[in-house]
């Protein structure tokens, strides 16, 4: 256990379906991430909240939606995905001191394994 | 640009010592991390090292070299519980760079 939970665990989806991600993290951090990994390939950064507001956006299409409603909470929004969006998308949260530039460690969850058929 | 290397695969057997490098390139350097995966679970966070030298942490070192971008993670007395995969991640101000993670299997 992380102290970071997501849900679901495993999700199978068509691509005209709409569905959600859920991140919760119990660590009192004040930055929390999603990250797409994919089969031999490196972990892609794709979120970042900071304090609740989004800091990162890294080029993701605009078919994942983020939802960040409270320093606890983040939500991946799905809508109109291609089956090359099948991955394991994993949350993380950290704590962030803002103007030093530093990154504390990230805690991640055990992550949402998406296949789009 | 930004590019963190480690070896794809490795083998090992129960009860040997394995030493993972990762070498990196990034714009700007806030530390290395290691982390392991195993299969279908979360990274869990082994090591941090931010200044030059070797960091030990029970059967698990973490070694840095920031002037030639390189750091190894040594793993003792190994165990069949770790296989898994060790992902090697440089954090570049405020995110963290990863690199694609080394399968280390570990064999009877």
Redesign the interface.
């Known amino acids: 256990e ?1 102290g ?1 939970t997501q849900t679901p665990r495993h999700l199978v989806m068509g691509m005209t379906n709409k569905k959600s991600l859920k991140c919760e993290q119990h660590l009192g951090h004040n930055a929390m991430y999603w990250y797409k990994q994919s089969a ?4 892609e ?1 794709m979120f ?1 909240y900071n304090f609740k507001e989004q ?2 956006n890294n080029s993701v299409p605009s078919r994942f939606s983020p939802e960040c409603p409270n320093s606890s909470h983040l939500f991946l929004h799905l809508h109109t995905l291609q089956p090359e969006d099948s991955a394991l998308y ?1 949350c993380a949260s950290s704590q ?1 001191h803002p103007g030093t ?3 504390d ?7 949402t ?1 998406l296949t789009v058929l | 640009g930004q590019n963190i290397d480690q070896p794809t695969e490795m083998t090992a057997t129960e009860g040997a010592i394995v030493q993972i490098n990762c070498t990196y390139q990034t714009s700007g350097f806030n530390g290395l991390f290691w982390y392991q995966q195993h299969a279908g679970e979360a990274p869990t966070f082994l090591s941090y090292n931010v200044l030059d030298g070797l960091e030990e942490k029970g059967r698990f070192s973490s070694f840095l070299s920031r002037s030639k971008g390189y750091s190894y993670l040594l793993l003792k007395e190994l165990q069949m519980k770790d296989s898994a995969s060790y992902l090697c991640a440089v954090s570049d101000t405020d995110k963290l760079i990863f690199g694609t993670g080394t399968r280390l299997q570990v064999f009877p």
């Open positions: 992380t970071v031999k390939k490196p972990l950064l970042v800091t990162e994993l962030e530039g530093s990154t460690t990230q805690y991640f969850g055990p992550g394994r």
